[in-house]
């Protein structure tokens, strides 16, 4: 493959990234503003600018093109974790890779909230939307895969026949949904990022008693 083939090639990738966030955030907002049954495709595809047919080729439904925010920030964490020093302790490792999850990628979408309260009562009113907990529930068995099969290779474990790895893995993705229901429950001025990284810590320090 030339260099010049590489190129379209790569900004092909890119701009099918961005098509997929651009989807995906509109689905969210969308919902968020007007109901989970108020939303159809058309609407999100309009409101991205392209066509239903583009929407079929990237989402089966408007639940899975909801939740492919927060999957593909859950699969940062496993890619981020690839990423840190060897050196660097395991925990101190996820804490990083956890935190780098809240930093938007290149094909980020702007996330222009207002009002975070009413922004985050909607959120609640989503998240616990009947037709969507199956999908938070693939999403997060995708996820946790990933970041055990990042333990594994950092720790010299088997993923395939180690139990560590998943226990792990399961410690970090139970830390995130915690953090979410709880940042859901009292809302601001409390921030995501910083309540994960309370709930890692104390994973991290072995769960002690308060």
Not at 89 to 110: D, K, T, Y
């Amino acid at each position: 493959m030339s260099t010049e083939d590489g190129a379209r090639l790569g900004l092909r990738e890119r701009k099918k990234r961005e098509t997929r966030a651009m989807l995906s955030w509109a689905a969210v907002r969308l919902t968020v503003e007007r109901g989970f049954d108020r939303v159809r495709v058309e609407d999100i595809a309009e409101a991205a600018g392209v066509s239903p047919r583009t929407f079929n080729n990237y989402f089966s439904s408007k639940a899975e093109a909801i939740v492919a925010r927060h999957l593909d920030r859950t699969l940062r964490v496993a890619e981020m974790l690839r990423g840190r020093p060897a050196s660097e302790p395991l925990w101190e490792s996820i804490a990083h890779a956890a935190r780098a999850q809240f930093e938007p990628p290149p094909e980020a979408v702007a996330h222009p909230v207002t009002d975070r309260r009413q922004w985050i009562a909607g959120v609640q009113l989503m998240v616990a939307e009947p037709a969507m907990q199956g999908e938070f529930l693939r999403a997060g068995a995708l996820a946790e895969a990933e970041i055990a099969a990042a333990v594994a290779e950092r720790t010299g474990t088997d993923v395939n026949r180690d139990l560590y790895p998943h226990l792990v893995a399961a410690a970090v993705t139970a830390a995130g949904n915690v953090a979410m229901q709880h940042w859901l429950r009292i809302g601001p001025p409390a921030e995501m990022e910083q309540l994960l990284s309370e709930a890692l810590a104390q994973f991290a320090a072995g769960l002690p008693t308060p």
